[in-house]
């Protein structure tokens, strides 16, 4: 079972900004759109942003223009570049396999928790 172990989370203000990172126990080169996933308390785990093998990105409109994602092949791992950071982005967030859990596990996320 391959582990996916995230990280880079944090207490900031309003504006502020973070980079998350994921690092998969084994090769992700196979899978063709690895992404990040949150979860805010009271709500359904959502999908934010996700990349191809390719490159190519796509992303939810609520974190349009502020998150990047990226991913690089050789090293297994997954990051999620957060600029102009909101108090709705509070949330746990994961990275996994889209569709999730094709990894057949989910990580134990990082939290991210933005004041206004």
């Known amino acids: 079972q391959v582990q996916l172990v995230e990280s880079g989370g944090g207490l900031v203000q309003a504006g502020g900004s973070l980079r998350l990172s994921c690092a998969a126990s084994?090769?992700?080169?196979?899978?063709?759109?690895m992404g990040w996933y949150r979860q805010a308390p009271g709500k359904q785990r959502e999908l934010v942003a996700a990349?191809?093998?390719?490159?190519?990105?796509n992303y939810v409109d609520s974190v349009k223009g502020r998150f990047t994602i990226s991913r690089d092949n050789a090293k297994n791992t997954v990051a999620l570049q957060i600029d102009s950071l909101k108090p709705e982005d509070t949330a746990v967030y994961y990275c996994?396999?889209?569709?999730?859990?094709?990894?057949?596990?989910w990580g134990q996320g990082t939290q991210v928790t933005v004041s206004s």
């Open positions: 996994n396999t889209v569709p999730g859990g094709l990894f057949g596990s």
């Open positions: 084994a090769s992700i080169f196979s899978i063709n759109r």
């Open positions: 990349i191809t093998s390719g490159g190519d990105t």
